[in-house]
């Protein structure tokens, strides 16, 4: 009996959070390193998704895009200049959207701030994803690049790979639309009703 509860433990404890699951506090409470600039974020601050709970931080709601990457992988380093950084660019004025990259392995090959400084990479707020656990709890097929939506309530809208501009945008607004909806994100008319 014990061996089951073990890997029954293991098993949830390592498993990804699927589309419609809301982010347990203890989730939203890991802690990363900010190691490239972002969000108001500086180098070496910590941060957590919960920074951007409004229920937990005094009301501030946000939704969230988050790409999961790793250095050894080239195809995340080639698409750095894609789809994402050019949406970062379409939503870096809306204090609502959130853009973040959790990067693991750094320095095989790049560092974080080679990372961050891609020419025309729109490069948001890089974390240093030690251990996985940002790609554990988010990824898509155990695969990298991985991408995640988090809406204003915690919950995952959804997860794909090699998201496209449209792909990330038209989640990006459709969040947005919800969050003004509730009341909650007051200038984040995505619609222009």
């Not at 989730?27 to 490239?36: I, L």
């Not at 790409?67 to 949406?87: D, K, R, V």
């Amino acid at each position: 009996m014990r061996k089951v509860f073990i890997l029954f433990l293991l098993s949830f404890t390592f498993a990804a959070y699927n589309v419609g699951q809301t982010v347990s506090t203890t989730d939203q409470n890991v802690t990363k390193s900010t190691c490239f600039t972002g969000n108001g974020y500086s180098v070496n601050d910590n941060w957590s998704l919960a920074d951007w709970n409004g229920a937990t931080n005094g009301g501030s709601y946000n939704v969230i895009f988050m790409e999961m990457s790793a250095t050894w992988w080239g195809a995340c380093y080639t698409a750095l200049s894609g789809p994402a950084a050019q949406e970062h660019n379409d939503y870096h004025d809306n204090e609502n959207v959130k853009f973040v990259v959790g990067l693991s392995d750094l320095n095989q090959p790049y560092s974080c701030n080679a990372w961050g400084s891609v020419p025309d990479g729109g490069s948001s707020q890089i974390v240093h994803d030690t251990s996985y656990s940002l790609h554990t709890m988010f990824n898509t097929g155990n695969a990298f690049p991985s991408t995640v939506w988090i809406d204003h309530t915690m919950t995952v809208y959804d997860k794909m790979n090699n998201a496209g501009t449209w792909s990330i945008g038209s989640r990006i607004d459709a969040m947005l639309e919800a969050c003004e909806q509730a009341g909650l994100c007051g200038n984040a008319d995505a619609d222009g009703d």
